[in-house]
């Protein structure tokens, strides 16, 4: 049984998923390896951003044991979500811009633990790193990215893992059946905006689960067409 | 004991409060009255488009008797919430776009049953409605309208009934205590943002409640100056 096409993102009150800019964003991930780029007011306010509308995940223990950063950490509803979303999935499906941040920030031992396919505009070798993660670099469309995913995953399904402009041409394309949203309690103001330029005249929402934790509220919706 | 002040509406996920456009808005009400004006497709969709964001509303026991559109109608948290938010309110404060919206649509005894104050640039009487309702029109500023409404509403709450632009400019100025957001599962692409234009980096939210009902999530937030 093929398994579906999701995505998870925390999203603020005002439909933020990535403070403004993303030229700010690569900054502050290289911040994390030349700390006096962090005198930068734009990068201080980007990672004090990021860190608000993340903030309900990094005291968890899936978080803490994926990220190898130390035993133990907090159980619960919060941890039962984030575990879930990683086991459910098979195989990822990532922008270019996000593979950028990324590919800045993550450890060698990359968080994804499966295939991640790479929706790029030039060609380039798999990049394999230890634990299991391996990009793949597709330059042919995302649909084609997305079919990469479905069969790498198997009877797992294919998570849409960002950034904005793939999530929304992945749910304007009609590719994904169901997403998931950790609704933040803060204001961005500015930044990435999940649904800008969404197609709203042809997708019908299902409400699926809503589910309060002390921290956020965790929503899921099923798309249809319409 | 003086109240609170608060705000209270149905948003969809995508951060809309109202359809596009205002204009549109304005035929859509009229055509209650000469439906021929429902065969202008645009008008068509302002109204779909408010029926999905406000439907959880309409099948309430507290709905139907507030605008006497029949006995009974459906109980549980939908209604209890509903009910409660009316009776909380002891005056609200309304901008002058969505009075001119609701002047062409609610019915002669209508729904707010306390004063309210309508902020406005033009000089005029106040309008007496039977069942209670008194719209008084203040023409010097946005703060003096919510403080003639605290002191209207005595113990109770005051209400920032809308429209967007009249709940950002109280929020911006620090006005507003508590608000509430029916979070609906429906997608705009376009209309009355809630947030656009918010004073991101002097608002802290403090999550208060978060409560799911078969067609919306209840989010309730206490407003903090940080």
């Given at each position: 049984m093929a398994g579906k096409?999701?995505?998870s993102v925390s999203m603020s009150l005002d439909g933020f998923i990535a403070p403004d800019s993303h030229a700010v964003g690569l900054r502050a991930m290289d911040s994390f390896f030349e700390p006096g780029k962090q005198d930068d007011p734009d990068v201080r306010r980007w990672l004090a951003q990021w860190g608000e509308l993340q903030q309900w995940l990094f005291p968890?223990?899936?978080f803490q044991e994926?990220?190898?950063l130390g035993?133990?950490?907090e159980e619960g509803l919060d941890n039962d979500?984030?575990?879930?979303t990683f086991e459910r999935t098979g195989a990822s499906?990532?922008?270019k811009r996000m593979f950028d941040l990324g590919e800045r920030s993550w450890p060698r031992e990359a968080p994804f633990h499966t295939p991640v396919f790479v929706v790029t505009h030039t060609e380039r070798a798999p990049w394999e790193r230890p634990g299991g993660t391996t990009f793949h670099f597709v330059d042919d469309g995302i649909e084609h990215a997305v079919d990469l995913a479905r069969a790498a995953a198997g009877d797992r399904d294919v998570?849409?893992?960002?950034g904005g402009a793939t999530i929304l041409a992945c749910l304007n394309a009609g590719l994904v059946d169901e997403f998931s949203i950790a609704l933040a309690p803060v204001l961005f103001g500015a930044g990435t905006r999940l649904f800008d330029g969404v197609d709203a005249s042809r997708i019908a929402l299902e409400p699926i689960r809503s589910e309060p934790s002390p921290?956020?509220?965790h929503l899921t919706y099923a798309v249809h067409a319409r």
């Amino acid at each position: 049984m093929a398994g579906k096409v999701f995505f998870s993102v925390s999203m603020s009150l005002d439909g933020f998923i990535a403070p403004d800019s993303h030229a700010v964003g690569l900054r502050a991930m290289d911040s994390f390896f030349e700390p006096g780029k962090q005198d930068d007011p734009d990068v201080r306010r980007w990672l004090a951003q990021w860190g608000e509308l993340q903030q309900w995940l990094f005291p968890l223990r899936f978080f803490q044991e994926n990220l190898k950063l130390g035993e133990g950490g907090e159980e619960g509803l919060d941890n039962d979500i984030a575990k879930d979303t990683f086991e459910r999935t098979g195989a990822s499906v990532m922008g270019k811009r996000m593979f950028d941040l990324g590919e800045r920030s993550w450890p060698r031992e990359a968080p994804f633990h499966t295939p991640v396919f790479v929706v790029t505009h030039t060609e380039r070798a798999p990049w394999e790193r230890p634990g299991g993660t391996t990009f793949h670099f597709v330059d042919d469309g995302i649909e084609h990215a997305v079919d990469l995913a479905r069969a790498a995953a198997g009877d797992r399904d294919v998570r849409i893992a960002g950034g904005g402009a793939t999530i929304l041409a992945c749910l304007n394309a009609g590719l994904v059946d169901e997403f998931s949203i950790a609704l933040a309690p803060v204001l961005f103001g500015a930044g990435t905006r999940l649904f800008d330029g969404v197609d709203a005249s042809r997708i019908a929402l299902e409400p699926i689960r809503s589910e309060p934790s002390p921290r956020v509220t965790h929503l899921t919706y099923a798309v249809h067409a319409r």
